[in-house]
Nanobody, 120 residues
Framework: QVQLAESGGGLVQAGGSLRLSCAAS????????MGWYRQAPGKQRELVAT???????NYADSVKGRFTISRDNAKNTVYLQMNSLKPEDTGVYYC??????????????WGQGTQVTVSS
């Protein structure tokens, strides 16, 4: 059983910062990658940032230079530092963990989400 718990969302003015946390119930070494996705009303869920078990990172073009994904293995936690926030960053942010095995393929685990609202 895997559980992902997001926290750190809230209301912030444009130009401000927030740090999201995703705490996993088990060791994050169990996952090949972890990441953050977001979904705005009326839009599909989109990738924000991912980080692999060997620290390869990937960012959506819209957040490059503003957001940073990182991990703390001792705390089994992945973070998303969000700076220079814009109103278009508003949405529900979801944590995802992916486990890949040569014998069984891949499987994704999702958190329940945390709301981020950026006002003008």
């Amino acid at each position: 059983q895997v559980q992902l718990a997001e926290s750190g969302g809230g209301l912030v003015q444009a130009g401000g910062s927030l740090r999201l946390s995703c705490a996993a119930s088990g060791s994050i070494f169990s996952f090949n990658s972890m990441g953050w996705y977001r979904q705005a009303p009326g839009k599909q869920r989109e990738l924000v940032a991912t980080i692999t078990s060997v620290d390869i990172t990937n960012y959506a073009d819209s957040v490059k230079g503003r957001f940073t994904i990182s991990r703390d293995n001792a705390k089994n936690t992945v973070y998303l530092q969000m700076n220079s926030l814009k109103p278009e960053d508003t949405g529900v942010y979801y944590c995802k963990a992916r486990r890949v095995r040569t014998t069984t393929g891949w499987y994704d685990y999702w958190g329940q989400g945390t709301q981020v609202t950026v006002s003008s």
